[in-house]
């Protein structure tokens, strides 16, 4: 059974303070990996796909990168807006939906 | 730009009663998905429909159907509502099970 596992649950940052958001998966041949942006109240926004270790993409502060068995969401000199919950999902090599992650929440105060 | 809709932000209903929720995409998508959103559990997948009038049953199916009866819609039902599916409802929709869903602004279900 594919899973993906999020660490830390919650995080709070200062402004200014660079860290990294961690999700671990099992699954049965990496297809692709999705990270989502929650607002609290409003439905997850795509931000990123990633399908092949090594690849790495980026969007303003944030940067993820892809390993065989981790992802990493880096942020770099958060602010307050960035404050959100980050959801991270897998997809397996068979016709089966996505696998979601329990989220991190991010708090980044000013 | 990608759109997914929702019927309702908010909704309070009482035990017992018959609720619609209702999902339109305008994106031309196959695939459709509910799922209901609650504090310490994540994402959880009700079900989700890959053509219209077709379903399957995602992880948490009991207590719920659906129906899509046009590509765009997709209805979830909770033919006798109780207090413990209060939640948060969260529709999505993708070009493929294999591409990114893209979802809905989510409502609010408080059963009383």
């Known amino acids: 059974e594919d899973q993906v596992t999020q660490s830390p649950e919650a995080l709070r940052l200062q402004e200014g303070e660079s860290s990294s958001l961690n999700c671990s998966y099992t699954?049965?041949?990496?297809?692709?990996l999705f990270w989502y942006r929650q607002d609290p109240g409003k439905g997850p926004e795509f931000l990123f796909t990633?399908?092949?270790a090594g690849e790495e993409k980026e969007k303003e502060r944030l940067k993820a990168t892809l390993t065989k068995k981790e992802s990493f969401l880096h942020i770099t000199a958060p602010k307050p807006e960035d404050s959100a919950t980050y959801l991270c999902?897998?997809?397996?090599?068979?016709?089966?939906?996505?696998?979601f992650g329990k989220g991190t929440r991010l708090s980044v105060i000013a | 730009d990608v759109k997914v809709t929702q019927s309702s932000r908010y909704l309070v209903k009482r035990t017992g009663e018959k609720v619609f929720l209702e999902c339109v995409q305008d994106?031309?998508?196959?695939?459709m998905f509910w799922y209901r959103q609650d504090p310490g559990l994540g994402l959880r997948l009700i079900y989700f429909?890959?053509?219209?009038?077709?379903?399957e049953k995602g992880d948490i199916p009991e207590g719920y159907s659906v129906s899509r009866e046009k590509k765009e819609r997709f209805s979830l039902i909770l033919e006798s509502a109780s207090t413990n599916q209060t939640s948060m409802y969260l529709c999505?929709?993708?070009?493929?099970?294999?591409?990114?869903?893209?979802f809905g602004p989510g409502t609010r279900l408080l059963v009383l």
């Open positions: 999505a929709s993708s070009l493929s099970l294999q591409e990114t869903q893209y």
């Open positions: 699954v049965s041949g990496l297809r692709g």
């Open positions: 990633l399908y092949s």
């Open positions: 999902a897998v997809l397996n090599s068979g016709n089966t939906p996505l696998v």
């Open positions: 994106m031309d998508h196959e695939n």
């Open positions: 429909s890959y053509d219209v009038k077709m379903k």
